[in-house]
């Protein structure tokens, strides 16, 4: 199974996980995995339309899905995504 | 030409001088170069008290604060001695004891659309040490436009990102993130971080800024370091120019600084951060007042370890992050 990495700030709605194992060969089937197993996510990563949120970036291994195939993007057993949010502490 | 160094200098950056891939001509090229440090904050202290040792001979601090006792936790730069003093003072002083033969300079003033370009156009690199979205923005908007690098950090809870956003070279902090949280909408929009956290991250933004001021190593440039002080882990991921980037991107549309704070929906100043907004405010007095005259229902919805700070009598408690779930 993928591996989800969810970054501290967002850790509060997986009930403190850092890394969740989630089913789906992509990354869209990775997420809806992922907000089924903690639907308090959901709202954190997409907007009313079910789109991702823009200061959301999802990397695989160490691309972003935007430069792969978004969403489709395929995601193998054992596979690494990343949430990258923006923080802007100092 | 590069500026001679006095034997007091040679004395002192000895330790330097002895590794290779800085010798002599290393230090008087750090000399000769110059940094802009926006924030004297938890990231500005390590910053600035690291380049200002090395010996980077003109360091700009640009910051409109004064220093807190809260501040102390984590803004090593300040000392108690300095409560209640201009930060760019205090940091200054700190730096000049630290090492006399540097030049700082000092912008007791907000960072702004208005004077960005101003005070950051006769620097080398830019450092965003910044609290704020708007400011970060703000900072990387400016780098863009006058063509210097970008050595960024920000940190979350136990959370630091590392990166040179350098649009000339590689992505700019907007090709990655087009665009902010949402007031409100995201814990991420909140700042509060670990203790050490600064220091750590930093350190590493100091790092990267002398790289790029020696041009040795590798640096950051379409690279984006992740640190995560609870697992201790360091991850690094891959960026790419966002060809719809609007800034720096082929077809970019914003070709001058904008208003960030309407762009963002935050103000950039911390002492706004505590008002709700204009006529919603509510102060102590008025509240105890309201709740004398009225059977009013008190809601709080801070979370479990700020009550345990402060907690108000009589008010129910349903922390923020629950209410978001509903």
Known sequence: ?90 | MLPELSREEILRYSRHLLIPEVGLEGQRKLKNSSALIVGTGGLGSPVSLYLAAAGVGRIGLVDYDVVDSSNLQRQIIHGTSMIGKLKVESAKARMLDLNPDIQVDTYNEPYTSENAIRIAQDYDIILDGTDNFPTRYLTNDVAVFLEKPNVYASIFRFDGQVSVFFAKEGPCYRCLFPEPPLRGSSPLARRWCARVLPGTIGTLQATEALKVLLGIGEPLIGKLLLYNALDMSFDFVKLKKNPNCRVCGPNADIKELIDYEAFCGVPSHDHEEGSAGDDLDVTAGELAERLKKNHLKLLDVREPHELEISALPNAMNIPSVSLQDV
């Open chain 1, 1 to 90: 199974m993928p591996l989800l990495r969810i970054p501290t700030p967002l850790r509060t709605y997986s009930n403190g996980q850092s890394e969740v194992s989630v089913i789906g060969t992509n990354v869209q089937e990775a997420l809806t995995d992922l907000t089924t197993q903690y639907p308090a996510l959901k709202p954190h990563l997409f907007n009313d339309g079910g789109d991702l949120r823009p200061f959301v970036n999802l990397f695989v291994g160490e691309h972003n899905i935007k430069d792969l195939q978004g969403m489709n993007t395929p995601v193998r057993d054992g596979e690494k995504i990343m949430l990258i949010p923006s923080i802007a502490g100092g």
